[in-house]
């Protein structure tokens, strides 16, 4: 059962969904592994059979980690 800030991230994203007309689509969602990019998807994943969205999460390296990036790749 999620929090109520977790419902509260979901019902802001849902009205977001709304607002933008997602439903039966696909949706790229950029991913860097981040809280706020995770707690995203989390989100639309929640809504997605509501929505018939189909979600492909792609990753986003922002280049702010330095080192910690290149060893993440090694």
């Given at each position: 059962m999620p929090t109520d800030a977790?419902?509260?991230?979901r019902?802001?994203?849902a009205r977001a969904a709304d607002a933008l007309?997602?439903?039966d689509v696909r949706v790229l969602v950029a991913v860097s592994g981040g809280i706020d990019s995770v707690v995203l998807?989390?989100?639309l994943?929640?809504?997605?059979?509501?929505?018939?969205?189909?979600?492909?999460a792609g990753h986003v390296d922002?280049?702010?980690r330095g080192a910690a990036t290149?060893?993440?790749?090694?």
């Open positions: 977790a419902s509260g991230v019902d802001r994203v007309g997602l439903g998807f989390d989100a994943w929640a809504l997605r059979e509501d929505r018939g969205l189909e979600l492909v922002h280049g702010l290149s060893q993440a790749d090694a």
